[in-house]
């Protein structure tokens, strides 16, 4: 793909609004490049564009996943490619536009190719991690791949879980796998890149700001839909911020004051993580560009 914008910052930046605009500007798309805002029912706990900004430019790949399944990058990645192989796109830009930056990297880099995972291998090792926890699995991993291991947290069971999965199913550690060069979807040369550096002041203040709004506009009722599905916890969409907070809260086990102290709490530390790893991943060819209101 030819002259696409890819548009990274850490949440509440101002980023998706940054993207809308170029959007109306080009008559571009906007396609999602944030592994949250995939999810259905989650519109507002994940920040998803509403309804006026959906009818303001095309969107793409926006809710459009069960939260009842483990969406992946390299399930994003075929969405994409499907995405542009359909010639919906047509001669306009595509605007990509998240904070996760795994799926930027995919874009440019490629994505190594992984094993298909049976459905049953796969579920063995989500009842493993909710049966055990991540630290047991990691110290696993550590014996099995510990080049994997080195490189992921002992929190991250998602990633652990992957990395055990593929290592059951192919025989062959992730790491081993991740050294196999993919194919980039998106030309770098062409492609305009843009990551947001937000003043930090600025960017808790709109984090907070941002948090209040989602209550107004019904992120506790988007909660209870979610837990009548009655999900697994280890599932990605369950782990957005705000679910287990809210739900807390719902049960009568906290306060809804301070399950939105926490909920604000987690996101800014979120942003931070989200920051740092742009900051250290993303290289000179990258705009950087300040938020400053």
């Known amino acids: ?90 001669n306009r830009p595509a605007i990509f536009v998240g904070g996760t930056g795994l799926y930027f990297r995919a874009l440019l880099e490629g994505l190594s190719a992984m094993p298909e995972v049976p459905a049953i291998l796969r579920q063995r090792w989500r009842n ?50 991740q050294k196999e060069s993919g194919t980039p979807l998106v030309e770098q040369s062409s492609a305009q890149l843009m990551v947001i550096e937000p003043d930090r002041t600025i960017l808790k203040a709109r984090i907070d700001q941002r948090f209040d709004a989602m209550i107004e506009e019904g992120a506790l009722e988007e909660v209870r839909a979610i837990a009548a599905l009655g999900l697994d916890d280890v599932l990605p969409a369950m782990k957005a911020i705000g679910v287990r907070e809210l739900l807390a809260a719902d049960r009568g086990e906290t306060g809804f004051d301070e399950a939105i102290y926490r909920a604000k709490v987690a996101t800014r530390q979120y942003a931070k993580r989200q920051s740092t790893w742009f900051r250290n991943q993303l290289g000179p060819d990258w705009q950087r560009i300040s938020m400053s209101q």
């Open 1 to 90: 793909m030819k002259n696409a914008i890819l548009i990274a910052g850490p949440t509440a930046s101002g980023k998706s609004a940054l993207a809308l605009r170029l959007a109306q500007e080009t008559g571009g798309t906007v396609v999602n490049a944030d592994s949250m805002q995939v999810y259905g029912v989650l519109r507002v706990l994940t920040a998803r564009p509403d309804e006026t900004q959906l009818a303001a430019a095309p969107h793409r790949l926006y809710g459009h996943v069960d939260p009842r399944e483990a969406y992946s990058t390299g399930r994003w990645m075929r969405d994409v490619e499907a995405l542009i192989r359909s010639g919906e796109l047509g």
């Open 128 to 177: 493993a991690l909710a049966e055990h926890g991540p630290n047991a699995l990691h110290e696993l991993l550590v014996e099995r791949d510990p080049v994997a291991a080195g490189a992921i947290r002992p929190s991250d069971g998602q990633r652990i879980v992957r990395a055990m999965e593929v290592l059951e199913a192919s025989g062959k550690p992730i790491s081993q796998w």
